[in-house]
């Protein structure tokens, strides 16, 4: 699914979602070494420079990021709203709002923001820690919000022992991607999850890394 290429995220806290969005590049880069970042001012672009940078072909996975995107002007978000209706988003989009998650309410009577934080909702940084539960993740998982996913899945493993919690969360994948999974899916994203267990149990990769690896594989590797 189309929607499932995009992250919005809310915050006035700069370092906060650069860390963030470097942890998603990480995670992109893993699995496409010549991922292309293309940095945009919103106020500054034009309609003309968008759409010569969005449909130049390309071999390579592009990640496009719009900073300030609620100073995205009208032309924009409607060309943006057609390349997303319109299923032809081969890429990744990033949309980072320079707001704080309340001051939300003021642009969401406008109906391409409006349209955005339905199909993505918004990851929020700075608010403080959240008390997530395994449903949040489940829910996470469900939705495709990859992001939201390694943010639940770090607090988890910060929060309880790592080995524990770690093969609870598998268990968990188990029942999102192979139980309730399409038949064709059932046995690659069982095999994609047995690697990461064995790789775990051997001592060759790190929890954080294995489980960032797998949400990467199971959410974005089967619609790239």
Known sequence: MVEKRILVIFGRDFSTKKKHIEEFKKVLSLHYPSLALVNLFSQDISLLQLQKEMENISFSKRLFIFRNSEKLSPE??????????????RDFLIFDFALDSSQRERIKKDRFFSFLFRISPPFKTGGGLKDYTFNDLRLAL???????????????????????????????????????????????NLKYIFEIERLIKEGKISFQLALELLVFKLLLKQRA
Do not use: C, T, W
């Open 142 to 188: 469900v939705r495709g919000l990859p992001l939201r996913a390694l943010e639940i899945i770090d607090y988890f493993l910060k929060k309880g022992r790592k080995d524990r919690v770690s093969l609870q969360i598998l268990g968990l994948m188990v029942k999102v991607f192979v139980d309730n999974a399409p038949y064709p899916l059932k046995g690659r």
């Open 76 to 89: 924009i978000k409607d060309y943006l709203k057609k390349v997303i209706r319109g299923k032809r988003l």
